[in-house]
């Protein structure tokens, strides 16, 4: 059984929100920074990938 590959969002900003995305069964708001010189965060939660605009295609 293969497991499923993190989802990755493209961002504008280096502060965003999580919360999972699925309503009830999602998981608590986090808020998370982007790292300027990394490009990227994932989420502690979901282990969704958000990247910057700037680093799409390099991370």
């Known amino acids: 059984m293969a ?5 990755v969002k ?7 929100a ?10 608590p708001r986090v808020w998370l920074s982007i790292p300027p ?3 990227f ?8 990938k958000y990247v910057h605009a700037d680093f799409e295609g390099k991370v």
């Open 18 to 27: 999580c919360d999972g995305g699925e309503g009830a069964l999602g998981h």
């Open 41 to 48: 965060v994932e989420c502690p939660y979901c282990d969704a």
């Open 3 to 7: 497991t499923e590959a993190p989802e």
């Open 10 to 16: 493209i961002v504008d900003s280096h502060r965003i």
């Open 37 to 39: 010189e990394q490009g």
